[in-house]
């Protein structure tokens, strides 16, 4: 390879190592082309680029590219995972890891994910990982959960506030209605009282002349026997005026 082609490669491998969001290195050796065709079109429906490169080349580029983390990865036949940023880095860890089932061949050897280096144990754990959709569900679980469990603390005094007046305002109805019936009641009983006590007066009133008559009838019928009396003593003094006189006159016979 001429030198000019050798710079343009490790320009490639540079630019390639320094935009992608994960990578992931796996030895290859003992693979067909036919199975090395099958992995790649399976990596690229997760947003992944698999490629073989040579390890000089490919140790300048990391050198280059800030990407030390992967030089004691480059030991034999080499080939790269560059997953880009809107790739799925589960789904193409998942990918090589059934490959490396399938053909007995491929082994991982471990990779850099957000500028951290992980194993090739790491890239099998991430491989068993659920897929993104389920994760971002899990995710927005966990963060709704407090949340939703905060609101209903904060809720639960408020409905308690709000029970409390509700009971609050239906016993004052229930209050108001007692209180309402029981003056109705005492409206009711009111003339009622009244009129008892009022006969009670009127009899009273009645009874007053009643108990004064027979007093004042007595003493008419007193003045009137006096009166007799007084007549009947009246009618005899004339009597005894004759026989004063009948007594005077026979001693002159």
Do not use: C
């Amino acid at each position: 390879m001429q030198k000019a082609d050798k710079e343009k490669v490790i320009a490639d491998l540079t630019e390639r190592l320094s935009s992608a969001d994960a990578l992931l290195v796996a030895d290859y050796r003992g693979m067909s082309n036919s199975q090395l065709a099958s992995l790649r079109v399976e990596l690229l429906k997760h947003g992944a680029k698999l490629s073989v490169v040579k390890n000089t080349l490919t140790r300048r580029a990391a050198e280059a590219a800030g990407a030390d983390a992967l030089l004691a990865m480059l030991e034999g036949p080499t080939a790269i995972a560059f997953v880009e940023a809107d790739g799925n880095a589960v789904a193409v860890a998942k990918a090589l890891s059934d490959a490396a089932k399938d053909t007995k061949i491929l082994a991982l050897r471990g990779g850099v994910l957000s500028g951290n280096p992980i194993t090739g144990d790491e890239i099998e754990r991430l491989a068993k990982l659920p897929p993104l959709e389920i994760l971002q569900a899990q995710l927005v679980g966990v963060i709704v959960a407090p949340l939703t469990q905060l609101a209903a603390v904060l809720n639960a005094p408020l409905q308690n506030l709000v029970g409390l007046i509700n009971a609050r305002i239906t016993q004052l109805e229930e209050g108001g209605d007692t209180s309402g019936s029981e003056a109705a009641a005492t409206e009711e009983a009111a003339p009622a009282a009244e009129a008892v006590d009022a006969p009670a007066g009127e009899v009273v009133a009645e009874e007053a002349p009643a108990d004064e008559a027979p007093a004042e009838e007595a003493a008419a019928e007193e003045v009137a026997t006096e009166e007799v009396v007084a007549e009947a003593d009246a009618e005899e003094s004339p009597a005894e005026e004759t026989v004063a006189e009948a007594t005077e006159e026979t001693p002159e016979a």
